[in-house]
């Protein structure tokens, strides 16, 4: 295969599992067990996270882009989109920043996404909305992306190791 | 995804309400007319007009329904009580009186707009309260009999066969007037509004976001407190207590609530009678009717019909709420002594 | 891209720097978030819709009695820290003055005779829309 068809097809692959997830995730919501607002797994995350570190930034900012733009084609509306497309560029800008830091592992890098794509999504609703209010659920959020990161971490660690180099049949 | 957002907007919306930011000011006035203080607040945006409109809307029926005000229709009315002359009068008046005879009809003793003269007795008019004379009182019960009212719809007029009879609408007057305000602002397009017409709370439509009105209900032996809370949408809820106006003499408290039967203060057992329906009037009838008629009575007659739920607060300190109301109340009094009961059907 | 976090299998201390500083930021917003001090609580006093006096309920130091003669029956207003009532009135009602004290947003007295209305506002927000009785 030539490079970027390679290219082209992994990251179709990838952007069809993002999907794939973020639909599975809202098959079972956690905010059934803490019914506070905008809180998830985040497991579409996985494939920032994976893409960031076993293909290149360009290419999880097209996956990301693509899975926001498809997702709200699947059943969203515009102010999901907008949601969606500020917490998710904001988490892959942070997690861009702190894999190229020496210390950390993808546990930390994933926390600090999760706690960022939260920090997008609400100052998506506050401008949305046009009111602050919003902003009272960023602390608990805050809180919850510690145990969500921690998870969506680990399970990156083990997709990162387990499947490390994409496309190379 | 779509669900967690659309949740996210519902959530944030719904405490926007607790943010003072989220919630912007309505457009409110508070002003006196029918012998108390209204206030009106149109939460859409631009309600301003709408709002005044519905003021002078009130303020009109104000000028039609006083006694008080010589050139009223009732004032008209009673001028020329037992002198034989059919007094015509406008539609609107002649529609209230019909309803009023009416409740008279519903509960029998129980309520009656020829009222007045007794209430004059007590000096509940005039502000000048006090326990009339045996003579007076006699002689005020004499005039008391919503029967020799009569009322001609085709023709829109009334007559009261007896000389001294006096109508006053002061129970009903307040219910019929939400009533109006409400068609006024649904004209100018209100969607979202709130009347408190001296103590009855008239809640039009629903809050901006959707969630219906919480409207408190006093309690009548700790009016800063709430007994129980409820939530409105489109309806009314007309409070009667013996609390709101009352005098002491020798020891012994009289209220403004007087008994048709007795020329007395209502003693029913209840301290509070608090109707919610979305017919406004007979919110603000039924509450004056109710609270002489008493618990048992109240709820037999709340059994017997489907358009309004009662909170009865009796002397006991029970509070009675209706199964209608049951989803959307909570109670607010128990530290302070209440039990709190559903009645049912 | 080469990243050394793509290839550890365990958290680092680093990890847990990531994550205080997630629970530092959370616990600072808590901090900002938190309601603002003082009740803010104010009387407003109108006669017949004109604003006769304004006070400041929550930073009064010592009582205030006002008289309000403007009226058709002359009343004394007396304020205190957070609370405020009709001490006399010379209406002939004598509701308002057995409303006795009030001291939460929202609150009104009433002294139909005068057409006075003192009326407590505040920054805490007010638990119900409106109050029926």
Redesign the interface.
């Known amino acids: 295969m030539s490079v970027s068809l390679q290219r082209l097809t992994r990251s179709a692959v990838l952007t069809a599992l993002a999907l794939a997830l973020s639909v599975a995730e809202g098959l079972a919501p956690l905010t059934i067990l803490v019914p506070l607002p905008g809180l998830r797994l985040g497991l579409a995350n996985l494939v920032t996270v994976y893409a960031l570190c076993r293909l290149s930034g360009r290419e999880a900012l097209l996956i990301l882009v693509a899975r926001c733009l498809l997702g709200s084609l699947l059943g969203g509306n515009l102010m999901a989109l907008a949601f969606s497309l500020t917490g998710g560029l904001l988490a892959l800008a942070v997690m861009a920043l702190l894999l190229r830091l020496p210390g950390l592992s993808l546990f930390g890098v994933s926390i600090a996404g999760a706690a960022a794509h939260n920090t997008g999504q609400i100052l998506a609703a506050i401008v949305v909305l046009g009111t602050p209010a919003p902003m009272v659920y960023l602390p608990p959020l805050l809180f919850c992306s510690l145990v969500t990161g921690a998870v969506t971490g680990g399970v990156s660690t083990l997709l990162v190791h387990r499947v490390p180099f994409p496309g190379k049949v | 995804m779509k669900r967690f957002f659309l949740l996210l907007c519902c959530l944030t919306v719904l405490t926007g309400c607790a943010a003072p930011a989220a919630n912007p000011e309505p457009a409110q006035a508070q002003f006196f007319s029918m012998d108390t203080l209204m206030s009106i607040r149109v939460y859409n945006e631009g309600g301003e007009d709408a709002l005044q409109a519905a003021r002078q809307e009130i303020e009109k029926l104000d000028k039609l329904l006083s006694r008080t005000d010589p050139d009223s229709q009732i004032s008209l009315l009673n001028s020329h009580a037992g002198d034989g002359t059919l007094v015509l009068l406008d539609a609107q008046v002649t529609d209230l009186l019909t309803f009023a005879k009416s409740v008279s009809q519903l509960l029998p003793g129980c309520f009656d707009i020829t009222i007045a003269p007794v209430m004059d007795a007590w000096g509940f008019t005039t502000e000048e309260r006090h326990v009339p004379t045996a003579e007076a009182l006699t002689a005020a019960m004499a005039l008391v009999d919503s029967g020799k009212l009569t009322v001609d719809e085709a023709a829109s007029a009334a007559r009261l066969e007896q000389a001294g009879m006096e109508v006053d609408l002061g129970a009903v007057a307040k219910g019929f007037a939400a009533g109006r305000a409400d068609a006024v602002l649904r004209e100018e397009g209100v969607t979202s509004a709130l009347l408190d017409l001296g103590g009855n709370v008239t809640a039009i439509g629903s809050k901006l976001d959707g969630s219906a009105w919480q409207v408190a209900v006093k309690d009548p032996q700790n009016t800063s407190e709430a007994l129980c809370v409820l939530s409105l949408k489109d309806q009314t809820a007309s409070t009667s207590g013996g609390y709101e106006r009352y005098f002491e003499e020798n020891g012994q408290i009289y209220h403004h609530i007087i008994d048709p039967e007795t020329g007395y203060p209502a003693d029913s057992g209840l301290l509070s009678v608090t109707v919610i329906s979305s017919d406004h009037m007979l919110a603000d009838a039924l509450s004056t009717t109710l609270f002489v008629a008493g618990p048992e009575e109240a709820l037999d007659f709340w059994r017997s019909r489907e358009d309004f739920e009662l909170v009865l607060c009796t002397q006991d300190n029970r509070v009675i709420v209706t199964e209608g109301l049951e989803a959307g109340y909570r109670p607010a009094g128990e530290d302070r002594g209440y039990t709190y009961e559903i009645a049912r059907r | 891209?080469r990243?050394?976090?793509?290839d550890?299998?365990?958290?680092?201390?680093?990890?847990?720097?990531?994550?205080l500083?997630?629970?530092a930021?959370?616990?600072l917003?808590?901090f900002l978030?938190r309601p603002a001090g003082g009740s803010n609580l104010t009387a407003v006093i109108t006669l017949?819709?004109v604003q006769v006096a304004q006070y400041q309920l929550d930073q009064l130091d010592q009582p205030i009695t006002l008289t309000v003669d403007e009226g058709t029956y002359p009343l004394t207003i007396r304020a205190e820290q957070g609370r405020i009532c009709i001490e006399h009135s010379d209406?002939?009602?004598?509701?308002c003055v057995r409303?006795?004290?009030?001291?939460?947003p929202g609150?009104?007295i009433?002294c139909?005779?005068n057409?006075l209305?003192i009326s407590l506002f505040g920054?805490e927000?007010e638990?119900?829309?409106?109050?029926?009785?």
């Open positions: 891209m990243s050394p976090a793509a550890r299998r365990r958290p680092t201390l680093w990890d847990g720097v990531v994550a500083v997630v629970v930021l959370a616990a917003l808590v978030l017949d819709g209406c002939p009602s004598q509701d409303t006795g004290w009030i001291s939460k609150q009104q009433i139909l005779p057409r209305i920054s927000p638990p119900f829309d409106a109050v029926t009785g």
